[in-house]
Structure formats: structure tokens, C-alpha cells
């Protein structure tokens, strides 16, 4: 058996340690989020049993009414944040407005926005669902946080993450200092250092898009992903295609194997699906942190200023090259960006 173990909190402290003025409060904050992490994954593990116990005239074990886990997912990351002292203010997918922290907690540094459970369609199914954060440093002055401190461009990110949990509960962060993936032991209860700095490959060996949406694309995406089918090979290599249709798997599965996820603007979708602040920034950041890219089709992810706290954007996220691709082709059929750098979408 092996002795020699890194713990999450292990690497984050020695990480920290090299920056003589750090506080130990990101630190914390991560920490925060790993053990939200743990309970979300317990929870989801025991999705499968809840009807079973509940044909058992039980309910759940507390006695309480079972809840949808999204909503699970949300109290719990609100719950595991918003007591610490750490946060200013909060914001979540599922919630319309900013979440204030309690009156009577000190107020933080950081802005926390997460999506709790992204790929929720896929429980049902028993398939990856994960849950994704991202963190800056508040610019307001005093007092609980504000919306201004929720709506800066990616670029101001001082941390983000995913929580993953497939096969296994994996936890993979980034805070400016390359990506590291960890896995939750569950005998022992602690996410161990399983993948230092990752570096996502140059080019992809995957394309993953819904391609049921192929005639709502406009043209020029259409152009680049028939270029992943295989069929312009002066310009791209086919690629295998795979889909799950969870953020979270799709962009681990790439980031790791090296692909290309695309989520364009489409007829149904004119400003993409994917939320700018709780999936495009977070995961553009880990993206760039790997040696990967992101971009909304032709502008990079983390350049785009939020103006409201559900926007919208187009993805296209993975290896460099890849994206690289996509934006040639759209630059060449002269897709033009609109000012807030979503695309415009010219409809066949
Ligand atoms: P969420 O479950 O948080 O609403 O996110 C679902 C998102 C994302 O995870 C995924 O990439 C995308 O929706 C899938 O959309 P389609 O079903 O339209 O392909
Ligand atoms: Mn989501
Ligand atoms: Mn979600």
C-alpha cells in the first residue's frame, strides 16, 4: 500500500508558501469548495438509492423531503462559503440576483460564482455531472460584495475549478500557476494529487458539439466543423467526435485526451447557451493555464466584459490548434463579432 500521499491541502499550502504575503485565505477558500465538493459527491453516489429507499416508506435517512440535487448542489456550495469570512458576495446559475452573505458574517475578499451542478440532464442517466467555480478578488471597498465585484472579465480571475464526479470525484483548479487535477480518495475522504500541472495537447484527437444543431449554425460553422468530420483535409485532420452533452466531462475528457468543444451561437441560441460567468470564464482560464485556448468563435473568452450576470456566449474551447481553426475559418467567411464579442449569426 502506498504511504506517500499528496493531500489538496498539502499542495495548496505549499504553493502558497512560495509567495511571502499570502494570507492562507484563497487557501481557505479552496478548501471551502473541496469540502462542498465532498458532500455534493456523497449525495450524488446515493441519487440512484433515493427512490429505492424512498419505496421503502423511509424518505431519507434524516427524515427530511429528498431535494432535486441541483438545488442540493446550490445550498451546499452556499453553505460551505458563506460563513468563513472569506467571501464578500456570492453568485450562482441557479439563483436570479447576487447572494449576499449573512448580515452578521464579516464580509471577505473574494467573489465566489459557481455553477452547482452543471450537466444535470445527465443524472437521470446516471452519467458525469460536475459542478464549476470561479473566484476574484472583490473591487469593492467595504461592506458586503456588490454586482461589480461579480461582472469583471475573465482575465481578473484569481482562481477557478471543476469538480467532476464520473467514475471517480476528481477536483482540477488553477491559480495562475498551471492546472492541477486531484482525486477523491473515498476510504479516506481526501482529494489526492494525481495530475500536476496539466498540459492539454496542442492538437485534438476529439470535435465534440451537439451536432443536432448542425442547421441552425450559420455558415462559417458550419464550414469548420465539416473540417473535423474529415472532409477539407488541406485544412484539418478529421477527428473523432464524442459528446455527453455535461460541460464539465466534455471539456475534462479534451483537456486530458486534447480536443476541441464547441457550443456556437445557433438560430434557438443566438448568444450561445453556455453562461459566460459560470462555465465560459472558469473553463477558458483552466483552457489558457493548460496551454489550451478559448474563444467566443473569434475573440478570447477571458477578454469579454460582463454587462449582466447570466450572459450568454458562444464556446469554443481545447487545444490551441484547434481553436486556432475555427477562428480562421469564421474569420474567412467574415463572420463579424458584435460588440459585446458574441457572434452574429447570419442564418442560412
Ligand atoms: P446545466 O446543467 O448547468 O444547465 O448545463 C448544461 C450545459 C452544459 O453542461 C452542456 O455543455 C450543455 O448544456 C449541453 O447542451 P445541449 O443539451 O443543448 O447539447
Ligand atoms: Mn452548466
Ligand atoms: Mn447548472
Known amino acids: ?52 429507499l424512498g419505496s421503502a416508506g423511509s424518505g431519507n435517512v434524516q427524515g427530511e423531503e429528498q431535494q432535486k440535487l441541483d ?11 458563506s460563513h468563513t469570512g472569506r467571501v464578500c458576495v456570492m453568485c450562482s446559475e441557479e439563483e436570479e440576483d447576487i447572494i449576499p452573505i449573512p448580515a452578521n458574517v464579516d464580509a471577505g475578499k473574494y467573489a465566489v460564482l459557481f455553477d452547482p451542478l452543471d450537466g444535470s440532464s445527465n443524472i437521470d442517466v446516471n452519467s458525469a455531472v460536475g459542478t464549476i467555480f470561479s473566484i476574484y478578488r472583490r473591487v469593492s471597498l467595504e461592506g458586503r460584495g456588490t454586482v461589480e465585484d461579480v461582472l469583471q472579465p475573465g ?23 498551471g492546472v492541477h487535477g486531484f482525486t477523491l480518495d473515498p476510504t ?9 500541472r496539466i498540459i492539454t495537447p496542442r492538437v485534438g484527437r476529439y470535435y465534440s458539439i451537439n451536432e443536432s444543431n448542425f442547421g441552425r449554425w450559420d455558415k462559417a460553422v458550419q464550414q469548420a466543423v465539416r473540417g473535423f468530420h474529415g472532409d477539407r483535409p488541406l485544412e484539418m ?8 452533452g455535461s460541460l ?84 474567412r467567411l467574415q463572420v463579424s463579432p ?9 442564418v442560412l
Open 71 to 81: 438545488i442540493l448542489a446550490n445550498e451546499t456550495m452556499k453553505n460551505c462559503l
Open 237 to 244: 485532420a478529421g477527428k473523432n467526435s464524442r459528446y455527453i
Open 248 to 331: 464539465v466531462a466534455d471539456f475534462h475528457r479534451n483537456l486530458i485526451a486534447g480536443g476541441v468543444f464547441m457550443y456556437p451561437a445557433d438560430t434557438k441560441n443566438p448568444r450561445g447557451k453556455l453562461r459566460l460567468l459560470y462555465e465560459a470564464a472558469p473553463m477558458a482560464f483552466i483552457a489558457e493555464q493548460a496551454q489550451g485556448s478559448a474563444t467566443d468563435g473569434l475573440n478570447r473568452i477571458l477578454d469579454i466584459v460582463p454587462t449582466a450576470l447570466h450572459q450568454r456566449t458562444p464556446l469554443v474551447i481545447g487545444s490551441r490548434e484547434d481553436v486556432g481553426y475555427v477562428a480562421d475559418t469564421l474569420r
Open 338 to 346: 458584435r460588440p459585446t464579442g458574441t457572434l452574429e449569426t447570419s
Open 188 to 196: 479516506i475522504g481526501e482529494f489526492l494529487l494525481c495530475h500536476p
Open 155 to 177: 482575465c481578473r480571475q484569481v482562481a477557478a475549478g471543476y469538480v467532476m464526479y464520473g467514475s471517480s470525484t476528481m477536483l482540477i483548479y488553477t491559480t495562475g500557476q
Open 1 to 52: 500500500m502506498q504511504t506517500s500521499v499528496t493531500t489538496i491541502e498539502k499542495f495548496i499550502s505549499e504553493q502558497e508558501n512560495r509567495y511571502p504575503d499570502a494570507t492562507g485565505e484563497l487557501s481557505n477558500l479552496l478548501y471551502d469548495i473541496a469540502l462542498a465538493a465532498k458532500i455534493i459527491a456523497a449525495a450524488i453516489r446515493r441519487a440512484g438509492l433515493v427512490n429505492i
